[in-house]
């Protein structure tokens, strides 16, 4: 199997997070389902920490308020990885409220800590579905975004 943590964290979603269980297994537990799913063990931690690391940065703390029409400029890195059209739908998304500026900066630093060469659209998708999945007052701005995700739905227009 050729699968990579985006794979994982759409099954962790689709079958944990979206799910109305009222209590979901423990992380040894669900680690143990994820390897007799058929996904690797190395993956399998890489998701574990990329989820890990997502809630550390999920913090208030973390979260400086930035002036809303501020330009962001993409590092040599970061154009790179993430394509233009990704980059596009991260405008858009910003521009109809549902990220915002320090939301985006999660977004693109945690599609980053994927550790893909290149990072397309439905890739943003999923990272901007976990972002907004466990943030305080974003229930509209993830159920838009869920819808985008589930219904293939072009997000934007050139």
Request: proline share 4%; charged share 25%.
């Amino acid at each position: 199997m050729n699968e990579n943590v985006v794979d994982i964290l759409i099954y962790l979603y689709e079958n944990y997070m979206d799910s109305d269980q009222d209590s979901i297994s423990d992380q040894g537990q669900i680690h143990d389902e994820l390897i007799q799913a058929g996904f690797p063990e190395q993956e399998v931690d890489k998701a574990f920490q990329w989820m890990d690391e997502l809630a550390e940065r999920q913090t208030p703390d973390n979260f400086h308020h930035q002036p809303q029409g501020a330009m962001r400029i993409y590092t040599a890195d970061e154009q790179r990885r993430i394509d233009t059209d990704s980059r596009g739908l991260l405008m858009f998304l910003e521009q109809n409220a549902i990220l915002e500026p320090a939301g985006r900066e999660l977004v693109i630093d945690r599609a980053i800590a994927l550790g893909t060469p290149t990072i397309g659209v439905e890739e943003i998708k999923w990272v901007v579905l976990m972002v907004l999945i466990n943030q305080p007052g974003q229930e509209s701005a993830f159920a838009q975004m869920e819808e985008l995700v589930y219904n293939d739905i072009p997000a934007y227009l050139h």
